[in-house]
């Protein structure tokens, strides 16, 4: 495995002053596959993260997509360290956040959040909606009893809840209120960085369009920096600023939006976007689709080389055997492929 | 918070159980019957140890008018003993056998179980391997090996033998606790809920304290509803076997083992303690079902 | 020539300890031999249960169907005593599940649950049966399918697993194959595979399917007409290309315009529909749209408006809405400019 000093990380650094919020250089998670009864050893590994090197810039919203099982959300979880990451490092704000011991890292949460796919999973059931905002209040010490209270309906009011509703229970809601609350419940700590994990896949289509907006009214409002982990490749291109795509727990391009969906480079992202259908029947009878085939290989054994090879129809002889280099191919644009355009 | 229209999932449970009349039944019965037990020495008329072989079992009121006598509405049974004292005591057994057994076993398993389950590694190796050697045996089995082999012994004295079964229905059952807690927690541990705790900065005991342990405690209760009665019952056949409590102490168990030579002329002091295990029994039994209900919000 | 299918007044119900879930609640469609229709609508809109009631596969309790007729291939399906359902199942009429993970058999090989349903259906013997199960999962293109068709459905990935249910849907040849969210499950690129094989084997066999999703990117490209669904009923029906260039309900506009587009580069806000789908056990009074419609007016609050054809579109468009019917205020209102509209609405109200 290779793991490429010179990612987008340090040319982006020397292209522009401004430190970047979030800076994160080869960050690689492995879930080691273990077996015995009593005493376990590894017997392989998921290699759900295989490298990655990417940065956010304060107020921008960066996309990261990928089909399931290609480690997405799994690099926004090693992001926040809710997962140990196996090996590389997450500046944020230029503190090395693997390097933090368990106190600093507690007190660093409070400018970073996170946003969760299932409405259903991700609120605590016998926590009433007053309690599941107002806990980040609390354990951050920031509000008390009725400043607490009056902090709570505030936020519910931000998201477009009735801010009466505090004595209920997270059933008592649809999806896309408690994907509201969930949101409320991020935004309680006043963070500067949200990683959006899905937010939208579990809800209704006109549903959807609602979270959508509000999540940019906030950005605009509060001035917060997003990464929006999704499948959907039109609703990444709605919200974000620019895009990553990964497959099999490596960013295989990155671009500016436009640029991205304009003028894809790797025939992931190519096949990626002429995969999905568009709601115009003039639009779709005339399109051309690349149709790859086969699966996804599987994490545990990704193939040599590049690891898109065996679905690639541009494959040749060295796709098999170099892994190739995440690199620069226009301004901003970087992929990772022999045989980009 | 403000306390008007407050709720909490406590009261909304309290009222949805209460709404269930089965298990309200269930209440009244479990409720008389730790009345009996603890107001024991007060509403039993006579000393249930001690019997007068001239009024050897005698009928209940209900029995044949010759073999009758209104000081002993329930009769007695062999030795003479009023067997609505001897009732009446053995309740306070029981209520013993069931709740301090199960106090200790859900103390250790919560915690056990709570520690295996969220950290997992060698403690959760260590619980399960346990597990594994305390299922291979039949419960009761494993409880009776352990009076047996301690029944000599000086705890095997205290208090009559109570304490030894304790100490042996604790011992075997707590990895039952354990276990269904670390499966709870394995389940929770998943839920989104919880990774949104630790992003959000909750320490690791604010969250087992604040999102673990309440979302374990609806089966908890519900599994101590079912334990209760279950510690009684192996109680009761553990006397019945002559290796419980021993006599004169009286329990429902005791009695039964004590009137069964006898049972074919004198049913009346074997049936009277078996009904009242049944219906202890059936009414822990409704109260558990109307737990599990109305302690999940979604039903 | 006679309709192959012809649903009329379907009416189907859940009763639950709630009161009384108005799952479907007067659906009328049809459909010719070959034609492909698209069933489009949100989660609980009714549409599943539309194909679910098709086929009679409603679980009963709590479901019901409470009326209707459903004519196939000149028959009543309703009627039918469940012999002759059955019959039909699998053979005549097929569908394909959501879920590829659970609609197979876990503890029978693939070989063996295609084989059941021709040893059923069409009588044939196990050789035959398993050359035909072969070709089958050849022609949907499971690579080295010899070695495969003794495997277990947890062999297999969930494209592949949807692949084996296209091939059974298809090997008694049906007439009609319901289709209920055949890639929700899946992932874009093998979305993209699975609907590029239902496209070709039902151009290939001529077999009527009814596409169902909530996903209007799916049908844009893959049927001849649309259906949208709303609160247990159709809403709107339109020929494809007529329902995307001119549609005609307001909830079809709020559909089209709250979802982003792959290929619009202009950050547009979107317009999403406020509110939430009404409550089928007590439905609203008029129009069920009308409570998170910005176009209602006091009519839609009072009298449910009837599917009827819209003037000023193509012959077969029909729409549930008082503002696009005959004389209505809808009519000549563009979707995509209709600010002015709104404001001409707030303005009035």
Known sequence: ?341 | MTGVGQRSLWRDAASRLAANRAAMAGLVVVALFAFVAIAAPILAPYDPAAGDTRNHELDPFWGDPAYRSAAFPLGTDQLGRDVLSRLIWSARVSLLIGFVPVSIIVTIGVAVGLVAGYYGRWADLLLMRAVDVIYAFPELLFVIVIVTAARGTWIGELGSGIVLIFVSIATVSWVGMARLVRGQVLALRGLEFIDAARAMGASDRRILVRHVLPNVLAPVIVAVAFGVPGAMLTESALSFLGIGIKPPTPSWGVMINEGFTLAIQSPWPVLMPAVCISVVMLAFTFLGDGLREALDPRA | MPDLLDVKGLETRFFTRDGEVHAVDGVSFRLAAGETLGIVGESGCGKSVTALSLMRLIPYPPGKITAGTVMFDGQDVLKMDDDEVRAIRGNNMAMIFQDPMTSLNPVLTISRQITEALELHLKMNRTDARKRCLELLEMVGIPSAKVRMDDYPHQFSGGMRQRVMIAMALSCNPKLILADEPTTALDVTIQAQILELLKKLAKEFGTAFILITHDLGVVAGMTQRIHVMYAGRIVEKADTGELFANPKMPYTWGLLRSIPRLDESRRAKLRPIEGLPPDLINLPVGCCFAARCQYKRDVCTEKEPELKVVPKAKPDHEARCWGTQEGGWLVDVDYRTDTTVMAAVGAAS
């Open chain 1, 1 to 341: 495995m290779t793991v490429t000093a010179r990612g987008p990380v340090a040319q982006g650094s020397t292209a522009s002053h401004a430190p970047h919020l979030l800076e994160v250089t080869g960050l690689t998670m492995h879930f080691p596959i273990t077996q015995g009864l009593v005493f376990q050893r590894q017997v392989g590994a998921v290699r759900a993260v295989d490298g990655v090197d990417f940065f956010v810039d304060k107020g921008e919203t960066v996309g990261l997509v990928g089909e399931s099982g290609c480690g997405k959300s799994t690099t926004g979880r090693a992001i926040l360290q809710l997962y140990k990451p196996t090996k590389g490092a997450v500046l944020f704000d230029g503190t090395d956040l693997t390097k933090l011991g368990g106190e600093a890292m507690r007190k660093q949460r409070r400018r970073m959040q996170m946003i969760f796919q299932d409405p259903y999973a991700s609120l605590n059931p016998r926590m009433t909606v007053g309690n599941i905002i107002g806990e980040p209040l609390e354990v951050h010490e920031l509000a008390k009893g009725q400043a607490k209270l009056n902090r709570v309906q505030e936020l519910l009011r931000v998201v477009g809840l009735n801010p009466y509703f505090t004595n209920r229970y997270p059933h008592e809601f649809s999806g896309g209120q408690r994907q509201r609350i969930g949101i409320a419940r991020s935004l309680a700590v006043e963070p500067d960085f949200i990683v959006c994990d899905e937010p939208i896949s579990a809800l209704d289509v006109s549903i959807q369009a609602q979270v959508i907006n509000l999540l940019e009214e906030l950005q605009s409002k509060f001035n917060l920096t997003y990464l929006f982990i999704a499948h959907d490749l039109s609703v990444v291109r709605h919200i974000s600023d620019r895009v990553a795509v990964m497959y099999l727990g490596k960013i295989v391009e990155l671009a500016d939006r436009d640029e991205l969906y304009k003028r894809p480079l790797h025939p992931y992202s190519q096949a990626l976007l002429s995969a999905v259908p568009i709601p115009d029947p003039a639009v779709e009878t005339k399109r051309q689709r690349i149709i790859l085939t086969g699966d996804v290989p599987s994490p545990v054994n990704p193939p040599s080389g590049c690891h898109f090879h065996t679905r690639c129809w541009k494959a040749q002889a060295v796709c098999s055997e170099v892994d190739p280099e995440f690199k620069v191919h226009a301004p901003r644009h970087w992929a990772a492929c022999h045989f980009p355009g």
